[in-house]
């Protein structure tokens, strides 16, 4: 388990290096450059402009240089935002990005299981009918669409939350980012539940449990649910990688001052530096949940650890 | 056919039936200002059946340019992908060895990067707006499932009798390839494909919802359904409108996918 984790560990670096590699020369080929939208300036102006940020040098030596630096943790200086570093720059959003994006992750699965249970266990109800197909909405569609939709029943026809006009440290403008986005992990979770706990209910064991008297309620969520539960873990990595890409959609859509604003204006005004950095946070985070989950997925199922 | 295929069908055909109809239905194209309806909710009076926007523009004729932009796109770009999938995971498959495990690791690879990035990544390739650059950034995410798939697949058909036959004949690998493997995978690679295609949509929405894809005067319902989201205090329409159609047309698509998998299922399991 230790060696099959370390090497798990080290097959990240490849993976890592091509990321930054290609975002850093595709980045470059764009056409346009970060001081585009400045006003007219001088040649010579200009060309103090980009020996300071060393565009002046060979794209090798940038790109040696911008590893050099990613080796001491230093993401280099945003090109649009004056004055500020692109790490102090993340920093500003990414608690409130991970706030979110983990409350909706933990919402899901809380929310996500018990459904999936109940649907398995009362298969036929009309309860458990109108569960999948609510289920199968939530997971056709995406947040850009339920975000507003949501932010116009709750928050404007019927002002339950706040909308709009964040404020730091009031909760109540954070309920319908997080319910949006958990909306369809929760619904992907519920219907992967219901799926596998069918398949456990019927079990050869589960019989033997039901025959020797035990109540029907030991048996599902003591003798059930544990084997139940793992393509469900399975999922957590991928999910918790899909929430903090979609904290971006979310952000947008209900004016929060997250990380994921930098991804995007960042692209628009070229902002190479600030670009990488995002793309590289984000990255390793998707990278490391995708870890987890694989390792998590060994220790729950013997069975996985061999291959 | 079962019921959800064919209302799921019945469903796609008229929604395409009305995107490519849409000149025909309204006076109203997706650039023309009215002003003297600006903002208005949806009405007959100046045929604006579904209202107008801030800058006066007829939602109906904008929210039918984009779905005929989604549709196009959706179709074409699976397309893509999915030619591109069939050449490398059945070429893997078949040949197998040290070229299989190099053209997978490529796969697995570029398969663990956040693809949202990659394509923010390409569209910044390309001048803001051009279609040819969503192509290829949702182009070159979109094959790795299908190569996966195909490659499964040329797997379990290398094995059979009928390729040992035509290997014995002498037919050369392009040729089983082509005439023995391709046509075998194809029913499996379809049911994904169609699969595909609301994915694709979902992704030139999000793409243009961000406001990295397409750009004005046209419209994509991502952009529509942004526009919206921020007039919809005043005028809910302009959100409802682009968001219904959207959600319908995904839930179509996904239903039909669905379908046809269970289908291929079945058959599958006759065999």
Same mark, same amino acid.
């Given at each position: 388990?230790?060696?099959?984790?370390?090497?798990? @560990?080290?097959?990240?670096?490849?993976?890592?290096?091509?990321?930054?590699?290609?975002?850093?020369?595709?980045?470059?080929?764009?056409?346009?450059?970060?001081?585009?939208?400045?006003?007219?300036?001088?040649?010579? &102006?200009?060309?103090?402009?980009?020996?300071?940020?060393? +565009?002046?040098?060979?794209?090798?030596?940038? $790109?040696?240089?911008?590893?050099?630096?990613?080796?001491?943790?230093?993401?280099?200086?945003?090109?649009?935002?004056?004055?500020?570093?692109?790490?102090?720059?993340?920093?500003?959003?990414?608690?409130?990005?991970?706030?979110?994006?983990?409350?909706?992750?933990?919402?899901?699965?809380? &929310?996500?299981?018990?459904?999936?249970?109940?649907?398995?266990? /009362?298969?036929?109800?009309?309860?458990?009918?109108?569960?999948?197909?609510?289920?199968?909405?939530?997971?056709?569609?995406?947040?850009?669409?339920?975000?507003?939709?949501?932010?116009?029943?709750?928050?404007?026809?019927?002002? &339950? +939350?706040?909308?709009?006009?964040?404020?730091?440290?009031?909760?109540?403008?954070?309920?319908?980012?997080?319910?949006?986005?958990?909306?369809?992990?929760?619904?992907?979770?519920?219907?992967?539940?219901?799926?596998?706990?069918?398949?456990?209910?019927?079990?050869? $064991?589960?019989?033997?449990?039901?025959?020797?008297?035990?109540?029907? /309620?030991?048996?599902?969520?003591?003798?059930?649910?544990?084997?139940?539960?793992?393509?469900?873990?399975?999922?957590?990595?991928?999910?918790?990688? +899909?929430?903090?890409?979609?904290?971006?959609?979310?952000?947008?859509?209900?004016?929060?001052?997250?990380?994921?604003?930098?991804?995007?204006?960042?692209?628009?005004?070229?902002?190479?530096?600030?670009?990488?950095?995002? @793309?590289?946070?984000?990255?390793? +985070?998707?990278?490391?949940?995708?870890?987890?989950?694989?390792?998590?997925?060994?220790?729950?199922?013997?069975?996985?650890?061999?291959? | 056919?079962?019921?959800?295929?064919?209302?799921?069908?019945?469903?796609?055909?008229? !929604?395409?039936?009305?995107?490519?109809?849409?000149?025909?239905?309204?006076?109203?194209?997706?650039?023309?200002?009215?002003?003297?309806?600006?903002?208005? *909710?949806?009405?007959?009076?100046?045929?604006?059946?579904?209202?107008?926007?801030? !800058?006066?523009?007829?939602?109906?004729?904008?929210?039918?340019?984009?779905?005929?932009?989604?549709?196009?796109?959706?179709?074409?770009?699976?397309?893509?992908?999915?030619?591109?999938?069939?050449?490398?995971?059945?070429?893997?498959?078949?040949?197998?060895?040290?070229?299989?495990?190099?053209?997978?690791?490529?796969?697995?690879?570029?398969?663990?990067?956040?693809?949202?990035?990659?394509?923010? @990544?390409?569209?910044?390739?390309?001048?803001?707006?051009?279609?040819?650059?969503?192509?290829?950034?949702?182009?070159?995410?979109?094959?790795?499932?299908?190569?996966?798939?195909?490659?499964?697949?040329?797997?379990?058909?290398? /094995?059979?009798?009928?390729?040992?036959?035509?290997?014995?004949?002498?037919?050369?690998?392009?040729?089983?390839?082509?005439?023995?493997?391709?046509?075998?995978?194809?029913?499996?690679?379809?049911?994904?494909?169609?699969?595909?295609?609301?994915?694709? @949509?979902?992704?030139?929405?999000?793409?243009?919802?961000?406001?990295?894809?397409?750009?004005?005067? $046209?419209?994509?319902?991502?952009?529509?359904?942004?526009?919206?989201?921020?007039?919809?205090?005043?005028?809910?329409?302009?959100?409802?409108? *682009?968001?219904?159609?959207?959600?319908?047309?995904?839930?179509?698509?996904?239903?039909?996918?669905?379908?046809?998998?269970?289908?291929?299922?079945?058959?599958?399991?006759?065999?």
């Amino acid at each position: 388990m230790l060696v099959y984790t370390l090497r798990r @560990i080290a097959g990240l670096v490849p993976t890592l290096f091509i990321l930054v590699t290609l975002s850093f020369f595709i980045i470059r080929l764009a056409p346009g450059g970060p001081f585009d939208q400045e006003l007219q300036v001088s040649p010579q &102006v200009r060309a103090n402009l980009d020996a300071a940020y060393g +565009f002046d040098q060979p794209l090798m030596v940038q $790109y040696g240089r911008y590893l050099a630096g990613l080796a001491r943790g230093d993401l280099g200086p945003s090109l649009r935002f004056k004055d500020y570093r692109v790490t102090e720059l993340i920093a500003t959003g990414l608690p409130l990005s991970l706030t979110i994006g983990l409350a909706a992750a933990a919402l899901a699965f809380l &929310v996500g299981v018990p459904l999936g249970v109940y649907a398995a266990r /009362r298969r036929d109800s009309p309860g458990a009918r109108v569960l999948m197909n609510v289920s199968m909405l939530g997971v056709a569609l995406p947040g850009f669409v339920v975000g507003p939709l949501l932010a116009l029943i709750f928050g404007i026809y019927w002002p &339950v +939350f706040r909308v709009g006009g964040y404020e730091p440290g009031e909760p109540s403008f954070l309920v319908l980012p997080i319910i949006t986005l958990a909306l369809p992990v929760g619904a992907y979770v519920a219907r992967l539940t219901r799926d596998s706990m069918r398949d456990v209910l019927q079990a050869n $064991y589960i019989r033997t449990a039901r025959a020797k008297g035990l109540q029907p /309620r030991v048996v599902l969520w003591r003798h059930a649910l544990r084997p139940a539960l793992i393509p469900v873990v399975s999922y957590l990595g991928p999910a918790i990688a +899909f929430v903090i890409t979609g904290s971006l959609v979310v952000e947008s859509v209900f004016g929060l001052p997250g990380s994921g604003r930098f991804l995007v204006q960042g692209a628009i005004d070229r902002d190479y530096s600030l670009v990488m950095g995002m @793309i590289l946070v984000y990255g390793v +985070f998707t990278l490391i949940c995708n870890l987890l989950a694989d390792l998590a997925y060994g220790w729950l199922d013997p069975r996985a650890r061999v291959a | 056919m079962s019921p959800g295929l064919r209302i799921a069908l019945i469903l796609l055909g008229a !929604l395409a039936a009305l995107a490519l109809a849409a000149p025909w239905l309204t006076p109203w194209s997706h650039a023309t200002l009215d002003w003297q309806n600006l903002a208005v *909710p949806p009405q007959l009076d100046a045929s604006h059946w579904l209202g107008t926007d801030r !800058l006066g523009r007829d939602l109906f004729a904008r929210s039918m340019q984009a779905l005929r932009i989604s549709l196009a796109l959706g179709v074409l770009a699976t397309l893509v992908s999915v030619c591109i999938g069939i050449a490398w995971g059945a070429t893997a498959g078949f040949v197998g060895g040290r070229t299989d495990t190099l053209m997978m690791r490529f796969v697995d690879i570029v398969y663990a990067l956040p693809y949202v990035f990659i394509v923010i @990544i390409l569209s910044t390739l390309f001048p803001r707006g051009s279609l040819a650059a969503l192509f290829i950034g949702i182009g070159a995410v979109g094959w790795l499932t299908m190569a996966r798939i195909v490659r499964g697949q040329t797997l379990s058909l290398r /094995r059979r009798e009928f390729v040992d036959a035509a290997i014995a004949g002498g037919v050369r690998t392009r040729g089983i390839l082509w005439r023995h493997i391709v046509p075998n995978v194809i029913g499996t690679v379809i049911a994904y494909a169609t699969l595909t295609i609301p994915q694709v @949509i979902l992704f030139e929405s999000f793409l243009s919802f961000l406001g990295l894809g397409v750009q004005e005067p $046209y419209a994509s319902l991502g952009s529509l359904i942004n526009e919206g989201a921020q007039e919809m205090e005043s005028s809910p329409w302009m959100l409802l409108a *682009p968001a219904g159609l959207l959600t319908v047309l995904l839930l179509a698509f996904n239903a039909l996918g669905d379908g046809l998998r269970r289908r291929l299922g079945q058959y599958e399991n006759e065999q």
